[in-house]
């Protein structure tokens, strides 16, 4: 049922297998790999604000607390410019975000991901020759407004390429390389912190090497055929549709089906941004923005961006906080391949609402070791089977996350967003998430000071509501084609009463055959 327990009847929606063609499968990677950037910054951000080099030269208050042995454990790393190095990506990341919608339209799916990868390699080059902290804080911006387009782009790409049977595995891609970049960056972090004065700006500008792959890459995938047909491109879309789809597959029946979606949706508007927010898009809208609001409110971005830098709080050595980050980050990239077999097999939801209950669980077990180690003076020695263990829930968390709220944030907007509100609503998606993600970051070594372990009852409670909110508002669906997506609000128990509102022009797929 398209719906879920709470679905009023059963689906609606027409399926259809598809080819997975080698083709397609290259394509895809080739558009996921985009997830590589982001990932190689999540995971780089953390491990170079603890090499001792790096804060001497732009933060040596921070170092100055690190060598103070009576130092609150939960405090050492609260600095606002700290964190500002790591979090003001995401303000240039929200704005371009935002931005991107409308180049989207002009460029194509394709087009955007060149322009990201470019504006990153900009932002690398500032960030690894940076001799002040304004050039630091420059860079970072650039950066964010790659990732910003890269995101925007890539999973809507990875949507609209992929045939209907396999679209949650190969969406799943991109999360899978930003595991991978995270992995990379840990890697990266461990090398770089033996190379003495200049193992940061190695760190940093390693990053280049995955900005290279997806920018080159990217000009050799042909552009969606949804994307093309959009900008009156039909000829072009027919080719990139056949190249996907593979000859034995009736692409013209697709092909005119597009058309014909792509007709109604430039009759009904011309204004995504303000269209999305009519009532019969009110489950778009919702989701879209809640969605990614809710992945960052797991505390699985702070786990990474500053696991180096938790685990050296409570006891580890330097070396040793980084092998935990790398490990951590080994565990969150083979539970995204888990993801990408089983979510095409069990649906979208129940990984949902395992990942939550796994997240929420260990959440708890780690706010009572903290709360019986460290207290709140935060001042005691943290024995080493109490790390041990902390280290384990924390690898927990991270494969929860993998298989559920990490890939799925990704796969679940950018296919339920029909195409005239498409851009706009993978703006809506990522800016949410920009947004979220740049005020958990700032305020997290803040928060971690001063609600000590209760930081940890703080994501749990968190955990808990979304999972409430996905048993009770997010639909299945698992193989359903994105022009069929209207039957899975006409089924729900909740948003038929939006969709079915008899004042709006119905644009639903079967009206258009």
Known sequence: MSGGPFSREGSGGRKEDG????????ICIVAASAGLIFGYDVGISGGVTTMEPF????????????????????????????????????????????????????????????????VFLAGTALNAAAINVEMLILGRLLLGFGIG?????????LSEMAPPKWRGALSSGFQLFLGGGVVFATFINVKAAGMGENGWRVALGCAAFPAIIMTVGAFFIPDTPSSLIQRG??????????????????????????????????????????????????????????IPSFQQLTGINIVAFYAPVLFRSIGFGAGGALIGALILGLVNLGSTVVSAIVVD??????????????????????????????????????????????????????????????????????EILPMEVRPAGQGICIASNFIFTFILAQLFLAILCQM??????????????????????????????????????????????????????NLSYASIN
């Open 55 to 118: 804060l001497k030269k732009f933060f040596p208050s921070v170092l100055k607390k690190m060598g103070d042995a009576k130092q609150n454990q939960y405090c050492i790393f609260n600095s606002q410019i700290l964190t500002l190095f790591t979090s003001s990506l995401y303000i240039a990341g929200l704005i371009s975000s935002l931005i991107a919608g409308r180049v989207t339209t002009a460029t194509g799916r394709k087009g955007i991901l060149i322009i990201g990868g470019l």
């Open 233 to 290: 491109l039909v000829h072009e879309a027919r080719a990139s549709l056949n190249q996907v789809r593979g000859v034995d597959s009736d692409t013209e029946a697709e092909l005119n089906d597009l058309i014909s979606y792509n007709e109604a949706s430039k009759a009904a508007t011309q204004q995504p941004y303000k269209t999305i927010f009519q009532r019969r898009y009110r489950p778009h809208l919702v989701l879209t923005a809640i």
């Open 345 to 414: 097999r069990f649906g979208r939801r129940v990984l949902f609402l395992e990942g939550g209950i796994q997240m929420f669980l260990c959440q708890l077990a780690l706010a009572w070791i903290l709360a019986a180690e460290l207290g709140t003076a935060g001042t005691a020695t943290f024995s080493k089977s109490s790390a041990i263990l902390v280290l384990i829930l924390m690898c927990s968390i991270s494969a929860a996350f993998g298989w559920s709220w990490g890939p799925l944030t990704w796969i679940v907007p950018s």
């Open 149 to 157: 387009f890269t995101n925007q782009a890539a999973p809507v790409y």
């Open 19 to 26: 080819a997975l063609t080698a083709s397609v499968i290259i």
């Open 452 to 505: 000590k372990y209760g930081v940890f009852l703080f994501y749990a409670a968190w955990v808990l509501l979304m999972t409430i909110f996905v048993a009770l508002f997010i639909p299945e669906t698992k193989g359903l084609r994105l022009q069929s997506m209207d039957s899975i609000w006409q089924n729900h128990w909740f948003w038929y009463r939006y969709v079915e509102d008899p004042s709006i022009n």
